[in-house]
């Protein structure tokens, strides 16, 4: 089966090619969050569109966020929703504390990025 280069650059999206933060970039994400209060509540009715909605704009505009948990005490299905919202928002989980987790995204736009990652 061949691949027909249209085909190829319409489905090619570079967002899927972004590598995975390192342990130590990890780290160095989680010490800036530590200041940082939770934008995000997720309750009873858990990942719905609205949440998605503003996961992605507190990711656009923060690029860094906490959110917590409220209702899901069990850790599978908090597992299950992190999974969610990586896949949806096209994020990264850098840390869970509790009922509080902690995404990356860096922002599309190198001008409005806020914050620089350490590289070794």
Same mark, same amino acid.
């Given at each position: 089966?061949?691949i027909h280069?249209?085909?190829?650059?319409k489905?090619?999206n570079?967002e899927?090619?972004?590598?995975?933060?390192k342990?130590?970039?990890?780290?160095y994400l989680r010490g800036l969050a530590?200041g940082?209060k939770?934008v $995000?509540? *997720?309750?009873q %009715?858990?990942i719905t569109?609205?949440? !998605?909605n503003a +996961?992605e704009?507190?990711?656009d505009?923060?690029e860094?966020i906490k959110?917590?948990?409220?209702d899901?005490?069990?850790?599978?299905r908090k597992?299950?929703? $992190?999974? *969610?919202?990586? %896949?949806?928002?096209?994020?990264?989980? !850098?840390?869970? +504390?509790?009922?509080t987790?902690?995404?990356?995204r860096?922002?599309?736009d190198?001008e409005?990025r806020?914050?620089?990652i350490?590289?070794?």
């Amino acid at each position: 089966m061949a691949i027909h280069s249209s085909n190829f650059k319409k489905n090619l999206n570079m967002e899927n090619f972004r590598e995975k933060l390192k342990g130590f970039q990890r780290k160095y994400l989680r010490g800036l969050a530590h200041g940082m209060k939770p934008v $995000i509540l *997720i309750g009873q %009715k858990g990942i719905t569109d609205s949440v !998605v909605n503003a +996961i992605e704009e507190a990711l656009d505009a923060h690029e860094l966020i906490k959110l917590k948990f409220i209702d899901f005490r069990v850790k599978e299905r908090k597992k299950e929703f $992190i999974g *969610i919202i990586e %896949k949806k928002n096209r994020c990264e989980m !850098v840390g869970m +504390i509790g009922h509080t987790a902690i995404f990356y995204r860096r922002h599309r736009d190198p001008e409005k990025r806020k914050l620089s990652i350490p590289e070794r």
